[in-house]
């Protein structure tokens, strides 16, 4: 599991992510799988529970096919410092602000891209993906972007 934490164990900026609750949140946009590539590896991105979002205050919007690859594009562009960040709930599908979201590490269910990070909109949700996977483990968005508390 510290292999996937490693991942993104760089110092990164989530700090300054602005929190949903400091302002006018953006409303997320629908991904359309006809059209829609991930801003970090030009993946398709699905409908299916992983995506995730970046939108700046330009009204620019872009797509990931999964979290891990948000987290990695976030880290390389410093100017988005104040865009907000959604993630897809793995189950519901609908978009949680990245970091209300509940996420889970698990190397055992994969993801798009291999980030194994697993987001969730309710605690509850999270911790029964966490009880079916013994060698998960629970983050939250601030562990995650900067590297891990375990
Ligand atoms: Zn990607």
């Not at 801003?39 to 995506?51: I, L, Q």
Request: charged share 20%; glycine share 8%.
């Amino acid at each position: 599991m510290k292999r996937i934490f490693r991942i993104f164990g760089f110092a990164f900026l989530a700090a300054s992510l602005l929190p949903a609750c400091s302002g006018k949140v953006p409303a997320p946009v629908s991904v359309n799988e006809a059209a829609d590539t991930c801003a970090a590896c030009g993946m398709t991105v699905r409908n299916n529970g992983f995506a995730a979002e970046l939108l700046n205050r330009d009204g620019q919007v872009l797509k990931f096919d999964d979290a891990g690859c948000l987290l990695r594009y976030f880290g390389e562009h410093p100017e988005l410092k104040k865009a907000f960040a959604f993630v897809q709930d793995r189950n519901t599908r609908e978009w949680v602000p990245a970091t209300e979201a509940f996420y889970v590490t698990s190397a055992e269910d994969p993801t798009p891209m291999g980030s194994g990070i697993h987001a969730y909109g309710k605690e509850a949700s999270a911790a029964i993906f966490a009880k079916a996977h013994p060698a998960s483990v629970r983050a939250d968005w601030q562990s995650l972007s900067s590297g891990g508390r375990n």
